[in-house]
């Protein structure tokens, strides 16, 4: 059972991974799935390309058709057709469209698809305000072309609030009016208004409200109090003009914004420049976070548009043989095992990027990956992965899988994948402890 202390204590281990290899990561080749490291964490001892230690999961992307976002259907394409720019985040890459747009494309490789899913399902519904950055298009695997592995939205080129030291009377009232829109028309929650996610269009001179990953309808469980937007708002202000240092990273669900209401706290930084007095922001943000806190509730209010999440799919089980392969959380060996493909996120380090050629999303150059989808898909309605047309419905000799692998399968892992092959710069059989990258 996933419990909260559950929860911190693989957060912890996860950066104690990444703590321990980013200085190592040099060393490691781009195609290795496995990697051992001395006791003192300064050195890599072993690395393996070899499938059988790929202990990653293969989670089910669901289709445009299992979406049914309804009408105007957004447009689509695959990965393989946008070049990759930069990469601004882990998960967020600026990208180039086939007719030389740029755009944002974000995805989430070490998730299943309901991150995705989510995010999509909400930007689909609320995206038609003017202040929030609407969804352009979804992104398909080139596998198949079927299932979703992200969205694109249009590329902003003013940045974010983040990277101002200006603030307008008229971007507050946009956040105000955007935030109420969102609460009570549509019954979300977006539970991250930061500077980070708010843009500021050149063209419009325009706030631009994003990244609705972590929002919620209101009134479910998982939507805090504590992070409610008419907050997120308030500590966004006060830390943009004073540059309070105490809130260059903060967690919202942690601040007390009582101490944030009195007015004697609000300095002005010197480096930052509004456009109206003081007093004249201070005065009309808090009367809007007052009559939100002491009038009608978004938990009480009936939305008048409301946004309807439907239940992300699992997907269909895979036979192969007599093994019954669930796509939902399936190990990538798994697959590999019964010739079934994965869908490929390595990409080359940054310092190794040919800039001579153009690299695509893919982490493939345009020169060497296919145009077209690199199979035919089963089944035109579901997403990826899914299997052959022969294996849709389990036989009456499939056996669940367990712990993986069942005993026949165990056995002939070592001869369907091989041996060791080691592709590090030290051969030798590998240690107990591995981390996975």
Known sequence: ????????????????????????????????????????????????????????????????????????????????????????????????????????????????????????????????????????????????????????????????????????????????GVIDHVNFQHGISHQDIANRNVLIDPDTDSALLFDFGHSQPVGRVVTLASRNDAKGLLVLVYHLVTRDPRYDVYYLHDVDETELEDRVRWKKHADVELDCDLDVLFSELMAWVRKRRNGPQPTAAVPSNPVIIPTCPKGPKDVAGDDAINLAGTLAWVRTLHGRPNLCWRRPKRKDIDKSRRLLATGRYADEEPIAPQCVAADLTLGFPQPPKQSLEPSTKSQPLVNGYDKQSKRTIEQACGGDNNNGTVSGKPAKRRVKR
Request: a negative charge.
């Open 1 to 176: 059972m996933y419990t909260e202390a559950y929860g911190a204590a693989r957060a912890e281990e996860s950066l104690l991974t990444a703590r321990l290899l980013r200085p190592l990561l040099n060393d490691v080749a781009p195609d290795a799935v496995a990697v051992d490291i001395s006791k003192s964490g300064t050195k890599v001892v072993w690395t393996s390309a070899n499938p059988k230690y790929d202990f990653s999961s293969v989670n089910y992307l669901p289709s445009i058709f299992e979406y049914q976002l309804g009408e105007p259907q957004p447009r689509s394409l695959l990965r393989s057709q946008l070049v990759a720019v930069d990469r601004l985040q882990v998960g967020v890459d600026k990208v180039e469209y086939p007719d030389g747009q740029l755009a944002i494309f974000k995805y989430n490789p070490h998730s299943s698809g309901h991150h995705m899913w989510h995010e999509i399902q909400v930007l689909a519904q609320v995206g038609g305000h003017p202040h929030i950055l609407p969804l352009d298009a979804l992104v398909l695997e080139e596998v198949t072309g079927q299932g979703v592995v992200g969205f694109t939205s249009r590329f902003v080129p003013g940045g974010t609030l983040e990277d101002r030291r200006q603030f307008k009377l008229k971007w507050l009232h946009e956040l105000m």
